[in-house]
Structure formats: structure tokens, C-alpha cells
């Protein structure tokens, strides 16, 4: 499976002015190869490139490395671009949205990131530092810093592109690593994982991670962004674009946190994990005005895949289930009625009285709906007469 390691580069002043001036050159030629690609309806990297190739190390002065990497940028741009289309997650076609999208090149902002190969890039591990090609030259001895299980994943499993990123006036690189599978173990049964906004998951179990500490911290952000707002000085939209980078590095932080328990627990007692399917949550709930802030930031499909890859990194089964009626439906008797969950914290079932926490009786239905999933998912198909 692919992982990527993201390390903070630890540049000088005049190597961070070159890694700058590197990305400024690569992302005005890729808007010049991209509006080629577009004028003359080119998709193939290998026509794309003859065309574009000369032309791009000469104007923009890349080298041949360098500007083979700016086609495959684009080209790549441009099979996300066929991809959204199709899927409809640009609106549907003739809309408006659609034909903006569709009607005009693919346009690179100056400080994109740029993806980098072997040639281009080379890692020095045991001394914490890499040497990168700009078009100033090449820097030697630029140092990164990491975790130390970052770096033992970059030793062990780092392979092909790394990409150069600028944020927050800060330099990374980010490296892709080809991390092998564990084999699936049998499952001696499930744990239900229950996501909701209070609750932020609750299992089968009865593990509660509440998500109240998060919703202070988000309220608390969304106050310090009203003021900053109101104020509408550049200062202040420096400060909110800052601000908003910390929330979202805090809500990924708890949600890795959050998976990182349930699979160690799963991995520890050998069982599978089993979670609600929610894609298209959003388009199906109707909510009202003052929850719509609320629901539209809850990271509920992160903590999904946060779970979901490291399960499968550990080995262990993950499956999604039909999230309809989970939190109705009694599992005792099998009742399923709105009454039954009269308050949002409180189960208790009209037709044989079994109660109890709302969170905990969804995450045991899912629970239940894994086991019967599982038994089809691994049941053979019959041989055809």
C-alpha cells in the first residue's frame, strides 16, 4: 500500500529564495503546457511531451528532468479533471460549475507543489539531509527534520516521487513510500464504530471519544475568526489562513489518535472493524441553519479513512456496512422506530424495553451487520453447472 511521509525541510534564507524561485518556474511552465494540452486537445504524455519539451527548458530554464516531471504534472491535472467530470463532483453536465470546469486549461498556482524523481532529488537519511536540484543549482546538505518513525519509514519503504510544497511560508517535502500489506487475519468477531459530532466515535464496546473538547476548541476558532474578519486588514487574513491550518492540523491529529486505539485494540483481540458507510451524508441530511457550520466541519470521513488504512496496514479486517437505522433499530428484538431513541443520548427500545446509550446500541448494530456482511463476503461463490 502507498503512504506518504511529510518532513519539514530546514532551509537557509538564500536556499529557501532558490526552492521559491524553483517552484515559480516550474508551475509558469506548467500553465504554459497545460494551455498546449488544451488548444490542441492533447492527453497523451508522450505526444504532450514532443510538443512542449524543447520549448519548456529553453523558456522557463528547466532541465530535462525537471520539465519531463512539469508534463506528467499536467497530464495528470487533466485525467483528475476527466475524472471529476464523469464522477459529477463538478456539478452535472451543462451546469454552469461543468462548463467552467471543462470550458478552460488547468491553471497551476505560483507555489503548487512539484513532484520530484530519484534524478532529481536524493535522500541522505543517516545524515538527515537531501540534495535537490533548483534552477539555480543543485543544493547539498538541505536538512529535514522528522519523527523517528517517519524516518524509519523513509529507510525501509521510501519509493518514487517526493513533492516539493510550500505552506505557511514553511518548505516540505513530501515522499511516497511502498509500505507492504499484512495478510487478513479471520476475525473472531467485530467491533462497531459509531461516528457522530458529540461523540466523535463511539464502539460496541462502550469506548466513548467524545468529541466535546474538539467542538470548545472549533467554537472557540470560529470566535477568534469574527474578529479577525471584522477587521479585514491583511494582517487579519494572514492570521485566519494560519488559523485555519491549525484547526485542521488539531482535528487530524485527534483522529488519528482516535484510529490509532480502536485498531491496536481490534489488532490485540483479533477481531475486524466495522464502521457505517456514509458517502453522500451531506446531500441526504437536511439540517438546521445554526448546525450547518457544525456538520459541514465534522471529520467524520477522515477518521473513516484514518481507520481504514491502518487497518490495513496492520492486518486487520475493515469493512464498511448500511448505516440505515442503526441508532432506531433495537438489537434484541430487531424493533425499528423513531420513538426509540427519544433523546439524542438515550436508547430504549418500545417493544421489549432494552436501553441504554444511544452511541453504544448503533456501534453493536453495525457490529451485527458486519458479522452477517463478513459471512457473505467470504462465503464462496457456487461453481456454475
Not at 466523535?200 to 473538547?213: K, W
Not at 490495513?312 to 441508532?327: H, I, M, N, Q, W
Not at 421489549?352 to 457473505?376: I, K, M, Q, T, Y
Amino acid at each position: 500500500m502507498k503512504l506518504v511521509v511529510r518532513v519539514k525541510l530546514l532551509p537557509t534564507p538564500e536556499q529557501a529564495s532558490a526552492l521559491g524561485a524553483t517552484l515559480l518556474a516550474c508551475n509558469r511552465a506548467a500553465i504554459h503546457v497545460s494551455r498546449v494540452a488544451f488548444e490542441q486537445g492533447v492527453t497523451s504524455r508522450n505526444e504532450l511531451q514532443t510538443l512542449v519539451y524543447a520549448e519548456v527548458k529553453a523558456a522557463f530554464g528547466l532541465s530535462a528532468q525537471p520539465a519531463v516531471r512539469v508534463v506528467k504534472k499536467v497530464v495528470d491535472a487533466y485525467a483528475t479533471l476527466r475524472a471529476n467530470l464523469a464522477a459529477g463532483n463538478l456539478g452535472k453536465s451543462g451546469s454552469k460549475r461543468y462548463r467552467k470546469a471543462a470550458g478552460q486549461a488547468v491553471v497551476f498556482r505560483p507555489e503548487a507543489a512539484q513532484p520530484f524523481d530519484d534524478r532529481c532529488l536524493s535522500w541522505q537519511l543517516d545524515a538527515g539531509t537531501v540534495s535537490i536540484w533548483t534552477i539555480g543549482g543543485r543544493l547539498k546538505g538541505l536538512g529535514f527534520t522528522c519523527s523517528p518513525d517517519q524516518l524509519k519509514t523513509l529507510v525501509q519503504y521510501r519509493k518514487g516521487e517526493s513533492d516539493l510544497v510550500q505552506a505557511g511560508g514553511k518548505w516540505f517535502l513530501v515522499a511516497t513510500c511502498e509500505v507492504p500489506e499484512q495478510p487478513v487475519y479471520e476475525p473472531v468477531d467485530w467491533i462497531g464504530v459509531d461516528r457522530g459530532i458529540v461523540n466523535l466515535a463511539t464502539t460496541s464496546e462502550g469506548a466513548n471519544y467524545q468529541g466535546r473538547r474538539l467542538g470548545r476548541y472549533r467554537r472557540w476558532q470560529a470566535r477568534k475568526r469574527t474578529e479577525l474578519q471584522a477587521k479585514g486588514t491583511r494582517s487579519a487574513k494572514r492570521r485566519l489562513a494560519q488559523r485555519a491550518c491549525r484547526e485542521q492540523r488539531h482535528a487530524t491529529h485527534v483522529n488519528h489518535r482516535i484510529s490509532k486505539e480502536i485498531v491496536a485494540v481490534a489488532q490485540r483481540t483479533g477481531r475486524g472493524i466495522a464502521v457505517e458507510q456514509l458517502d453522500g451524508i451531506r446531500e441526504r441530511v437536511r439540517l438546521r441553519r445554526d448546525q450547518r457550520t457544525t456538520f459541514s466541519r465534522w471529520p467524520f470521513r477522515q477518521l473513516g479513512q484514518h481507520l481504514a488504512y491502518k487497518a490495513k496496514r496492520a492486518g486487520v479486517p475493515f469493512l464498511e456496512v448500511d448505516a440505515a437505522y442503526t441508532s432506531q433499530r433495537c438489537p434484541r428484538c430487531g424493533h425499528t422506530e423513531r420513538a426509540n431513541r427519544s433523546t439524542r443520548d438515550r436508547f430504549c427500545c418500545r417493544r421489549c424495553g432494552l436501553a441504554g446509550p444511544a452511541d453504544v446500541v448503533a456501534g453493536v448494530n453495525v457490529r451485527d451487520r458486519a458479522r452477517s456482511a463478513w459471512v457473505f463476503v467470504t462465503t464462496p461463490a457456487p461453481a456454475p453447472s
